[in-house]
């Protein structure tokens, strides 16, 4: 598994925070991606072939099929909604799902995505009634 040496992924009570450095923060132009815990729908893992359907056209970052996907990407069928992404060749992601616009959704790759996906779940549940 190849992981993003730039991606630090923050789970708070009242946040989920992306934060990139080096080649990440340059791909996918952005420094920090936070979302309200309250605005989280669902976390899992999922393999990279059955999320990369829901990817639109590039709008701020990098792309090169099969190899990078970094930074702001439309959602078809949704005009002005945004999803994050920085992934490098992972099979499996971190999908986040929100309620918001921007973002719609993270797709990250990161070693400890089963972990993180969990440590989201339980935050959300808690604040579900």
């Not at 952005?30 to 729908?41: D, F, H, K, L, N």
């Not at 359907?53 to 949704?78: C, M, N, S």
Request: neutral net charge.
């Amino acid at each position: 598994m190849s992981t993003p040496v730039g991606v630090a992924i923050h789970v708070s009570d009242t946040a989920v925070t992306v934060e990139l450095d080096g080649l990440e923060r340059v791909l996918s132009v952005a420094g920090r991606v936070e979302v309200p815990i309250a605005s989280v729908v669902a976390a899992r893992v999922a393999p990279l072939d059955s999320v990369r359907h829901g990817v639109g056209w590039r709008a701020v970052g990098a792309y090169l099929p099969g190899y990078v996907a970094a930074g702001w990407f439309t959602v078809p069928d949704r005009p002005g909604a945004r999803q994050f992404w920085c992934v490098q060749r992972d099979r499996d992601v971190l999908v986040v799902d929100t309620d918001l616009d921007r973002p719609t959704r993270l797709v990250l790759q990161h070693p400890d995505r089963a972990r993180l996906a969990w440590w989201i779940a339980e935050r959300i549940d808690r604040d579900r009634p």
